[in-house]
């Protein structure tokens, strides 16, 4: 009954959607904490250039999102990314993509957690002299992560599922390979939903895991 | 000013500047108004008390001689400096000032020897290995070495404020700042952090300290600082102060303190 899963590449197109995972989740992770920098800044300017892109880019739906990156970027703009083969220059922008619109997520997260940080922590690192990159590097934001490790842990997972807006592009992950799957063997649609589901539950339930072990170790060392 | 008030603490000299000086401060919360013209100078190894009742403004001017509190007009001086307006300058200078906090605001990720050695490390770029021997001294110094790798929650609020104290001289400041360093202790932890600062005003330390600890203002202090509203009302020795106030309202406020 399953002899029809041998004919795909099925691993294959996990694994695709995990590097996309993987890379964008780091992408994310990076700008985003650059974004709530920005937000919390006492530069103005920069203020209000992390508060514009975190509102706009939110806003706009992920498919719109990577399909600019394909249609703008790539095909007006000619951006490649460094990239030559199509695949390749495909999922990059597809990475760049989700990294553009998961930090916006990752920075809000952040900022709420910056926000339950006490603010005599801060005080105390400025009254001993550390200046405003200091202070969040290594007081504020190490505290606040600890506070958001649920709520990033929720943006991580829902990166993975969104992983599947790649296939737009062309990008030939998991969701991609579904659809021609459900095409060819429709006598066992049910079952082909079945493994991709489990697919990505096998994915995403170690991201919970392992986030769920940092989060309790963090607050075992307070 | 009196004279005799601020001439009685530590070695001043005419030559070299006070330690602190402000003149004219005027600092308003939106339209409240909470420092009026404060005119004030600290000479080196003085211990200023600052006393009056809540809300009289003496943590606002406690803050805004690090400049953690902007002022609106009016100009303070540490060390003959003014203070810088933002960036590196100002980073600096807080380096000098050193600064313990009500709330103690130890570092709570770091451990107590870490909270210690960071200012240091990060900001006066001393190596790890010098900055945790100086850290172990100070440690030892307010009678919690055996604490050091432990982290703030785990230690009570007396041994916090003194390892907050221990961060703040690793960083060799000119002048300490103290913002009601005791009010936020169990009574029986009150002592010891007393102590702790009794010993640095021995050595020669310049210190500002808001505290409603009469006992530590007659022993320790050079000089008594009465504000109320927002103004210097009464500036005087302690012993003036307490015998012989000369404002109603320090007298009424000394009445309430002293009556429990
Ligand atoms: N960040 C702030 N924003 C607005 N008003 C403030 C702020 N901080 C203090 N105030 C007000 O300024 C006045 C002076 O406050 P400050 O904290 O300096 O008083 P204090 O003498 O230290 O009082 P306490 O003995 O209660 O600590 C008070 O009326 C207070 O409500
Ligand atoms: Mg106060």
Redesign the pocket.
Known sequence: MFDFLTEYDILGAFWVTVQLTVYSAIGSLLWGTILAGMRVSPVPIMRAFGGAYVNIVRSIPLTLVIISMSLGLNQTLGAALGGDVLTTINFRLAVLGFVLYTSTFVCESLRSGINTVPVGQAEAARALGLNFGQVLRMIVLPQAFRSVIGPLTSVLIALTKNTTVASTIGVAEASLLMSEMIENESDVIGLVFMTFAMGFVILTLPIGLLLGRVAKKATVKR | MSTEASGSGGASTGTTPPMIKAASVDKY??D?H?LKDINLEVPRGQVVVVL??????????CRAINRLEPINSGTIEVDGEPLPAEGKALAALRADVGMVFQQFNLFSHKSIVENVTLGPVKVRKASQSEARETAMELLERVGIADQADKYPAQLSGGQQQRAAIARALAMKPKVMLF??PTSALDPEMVQEVLDTMTSLADEGMTMVV?THEMGFARRAAHRVIF?AD?EVVEDSTPTDFFTAPKSDRAKDFLGKILTH
């Open positions: 919360f939106g409240l909470v009056g009742p809540s809300g009289s403004g003496k943590s606002t001017l913002d009601e808001v504000m927002g």
